[in-house]
């Protein structure tokens, strides 16, 4: 009967041991699991500015592209000799052009 108790009390200690093992295996992975939750939650949030950032971008790229585009249409009538001669302004416009081209 003693064997018996003695074999019964090493088996509960070692159910006991195996339960404190995976307890804090459990605590282990918890800690883990909130973790990746966390790098998860932050790298949504990186995701989240970088497609606001692209947006910004491209609205600024199209912003610019329509600047360029009007301004070359301005640049070309300048260069064709599209400047109105009645208008002095425009005449000088065109002449300090043409003397910046030539100082660089």
């Known amino acids: 009967m003693r ?3 003695i074999a019964a009390l090493i088996a509960a200690l070692g159910l006991s041991g195996a339960l404190w093992w995976q307890a804090s295996k459990v605590d282990a992975l918890q800690a883990t699991n909130a973790q990746l939750r966390r ?11 970088i497609l606001l950032s692209i947006d910004l ?3 600024n ?7 360029a585009a009007a301004l070359r249409v301005q640049l070309d009538a ?6 109105d001669a009645t208008d002095p302004v425009c005449a000088v416009d065109y002449i ?3 003397l910046r081209s030539r100082e660089n």
């Open 78 to 83: 300048y260069e064709r000799g599209d400047c």
């Open 96 to 98: 300090n052009r043409i």
């Open 61 to 67: 790229a199209a912003r610019h592209a329509e600047t």
């Open 57 to 59: 971008a491209q609205k």
């Open 3 to 5: 064997y018996i108790a």
């Open 39 to 49: 790098n998860v939650e932050d790298l949504s949030a990186q995701r989240d500015q």
